[in-house]
């Protein structure tokens, strides 16, 4: 199975500040990322996939960029909505898997 | 709009089992892959079981392979979970996801005595 690396595990920014959330990958799984934000009791909503691509209706504070089997999401101008838990996903093989998890606060 | 709304989990006692349900509509469902995935409490995100759009191919997490089934009926739009043997490390919501972008609400399913 490929194993995603996620870090780090937690997190804790100012608004305004850019914070850098990463995966890497245990193998070449092409441009097969995801990246999710999921709120206490609230289903994954989707940010980015294809490793670089906006989800609908996400602000373009996301970005997702790639460097080889690492893969990065970047949120810029950090606001106090975006406080959550943050995970990666690869969908280039069977079984599909997560990243552990980022855990985002806001100071 | 896409929906996906699952049903069917609960309360069940370890080694019996239940079976989950996922109504889709909003698209064409025969069109797509579908998948399950679940978060025990205070987890993280744990991909359970895909099935291909036609349902001619299944793929589980081998911590449910021989356990759990994995079935779609086109017709009705309707995504399935049958889980057999549940174990206490089953407990968890589960998810019904047409993966990248959409997911429904989930279903908690406890397994206790």
């Known amino acids: 199975d490929i194993q995603m690396t996620q870090s780090p595990a937690s997190l804790s920014a100012s608004p305004e500040e850019i914070v850098t959330i990463t995966c890497q990958a245990s193998q070449d799984i092409g441009n097969w990322l995801a990246w999710y934000q999921q709120k206490p009791g609230k289903s994954p909503q989707l940010l980015i996939y294809s490793a670089t691509s906006l989800a609908d209706g996400i602000p373009s504070r996301f970005s997702g960029s790639r460097s080889g089997t690492q893969y990065s999401l970047k949120i810029s101008r950090l606001q106090v909505e975006d406080t959550g838990i943050y995970y990666c996903l690869q969908r280039y093989s069977n079984p599909y898997t997560f990243g552990a998890g980022t855990k985002l606060e806001l100071k | 709009e896409v929906q996906l709304v699952e049903s069917g989990g609960g309360l069940v006692q370890p080694g019996r089992s239940m079976k989950l349900s996922c109504a889709a509509s909003?698209?064409?469902?025969?069109?797509?892959?579908m998948a399950w995935v679940r978060q025990a409490p205070t987890k993280g995100l744990e991909w359970v079981a895909t099935?291909?759009?036609?349902?001619?191919?299944?793929y589980y997490r081998d911590s449910v392979k021989g356990r759990f089934t994995i079935s779609r009926d086109n017709a009705k739009s309707t995504l399935y979970l049958q889980m057999n043997s549940l174990r206490s490390e089953d407990t968890a919501t589960y998810y019904c996801t047409r993966a990248p972008g959409y997911w429904g609400q989930g279903v908690m399913v406890t397994v206790s005595s």
């Open positions: 099935i291909s759009y036609d349902g001619s191919s299944t």
């Open positions: 909003g698209f064409t469902f025969s069109n797509y892959g």
